[in-house]
């Protein structure tokens, strides 16, 4: 994943704003780390809202949530890429249909894959087999999440969703650290306390790193009968909603425990493409709204 950077005498050319961060080294910073740095916000530049998506516990579709909210946005009409910033349990790949998927580039940049239009990057992607273990600390993981912000050739977007592994960890603190400005997080929960309470932590999170919270989602919500439709409560309901009040931040909505989204997953296609009519993808299509509604908020006059 090794790229060559560019030349210290080149500018970074997608702005003019005299404000801008990468017209000139920071105090003590090295010519090297100055090159690096403009290359890194040269790409971020051209990406209007970046939406990091995050959950205290592992197995609550947290990814599932991802892939949705970038094909709902896809959907429409925006310029969307997925990042799969989840080094050790990347799933991005088998939700799309990717497992066998391998990046091209060149000497100075990456090209991501692409579905219907969605740019996506996984580091699943770079490895040999599905079977691999990638066994890295801290420092790694922030080198493989900056060469995916920095090299990948992600163009001009309107949205960059960031699928982050659970926790508080490496992963999304890299993210946080590296992307600058972030829109805000989507956190993913199920209904039951023990997952619920976790929630806390990844909102606490994002207060000390001072990202906004765009609110909590609820999955798992009731078991969707796959013939009637009707859904039914088979786990304490409505965690996700007192956190979400108590913590005073949105609830973007409740997602049911629907057979046919485990098997859009598996399939490798979004279940918004796949299911668009059903009522599920209804529920999925209210929570993004408000997210979709960051770019329309954008265009109106002031």
Do not use: Y
Request: charged share 25%.
């Amino acid at each position: 994943m090794t790229r060559t950077p560019s030349s210290p005498s080149s500018s970074c050319g997608t702005c003019d704003r005299p404000d801008c961060s990468a017209k000139a080294p920071r105090p003590g910073e090295g010519e090297a780390e100055f090159v690096e740095r403009r290359e890194l916000e040269a790409r971020l530049c051209r990406i209007r809202h970046r939406i990091v998506v995050l959950s205290g516990k592992g197995g609550v579709g947290k990814s599932t949530v991802a892939v949705n909210l970038a094909a709902g946005l896809l959907q429409e009409g925006h310029t969307v890429g997925l990042l799969d910033v989840d080094l050790h349990g990347p799933s991005i790949p088998t939700m799309l249909g990717l497992e066998r998927q391998r990046l091209g580039g060149n000497d100075r940049e990456i090209h991501p894959a692409d579905v219907g239009g969605l740019k996506v990057v996984s580091i699943g992607f770079f490895l040999s087999s599905p079977d691999d273990a990638v066994i890295w600390r801290g420092p790694l993981k922030m080198g493989a999440i900056k060469q995916f912000l920095k090299d990948v050739a992600w163009g001009d977007l309107d949205f960059l969703v960031i699928d982050s592994p659970p926790g508080t960890g490496d992963e999304p603190l890299s993210v946080c650290q590296l992307i600058g400005r972030l829109d805000g997080a989507v956190i993913v929960t199920t209904p039951q306390r023990v997952a619920a309470v976790d929630v806390r932590k990844s909102i606490t999170f994002c207060r000390h790193l001072q990202v906004p919270v765009l609110g909590v989602v609820e999955n798992m919500s009731g078991f969707a009968c796959p013939k009637c439709g009707e859904v039914t409560q088979i786990f304490r309901t409505g965690g996700g909603r007192r956190i979400a009040e108590d913590m005073g931040i949105a609830f973007l909505g409740s997602i049911p425990l629907d057979p046919a989204l485990a098997d859009s997953g598996d399939g490798g296609e979004p279940f918004l493409r796949r299911h668009a009519d059903s009522p599920t993808a209804e529920r999925l299509r209210r929570l993004i709204r408000p997210i979709a509604a960051l770019a329309a908020a954008e265009q109106r006059p002031a």
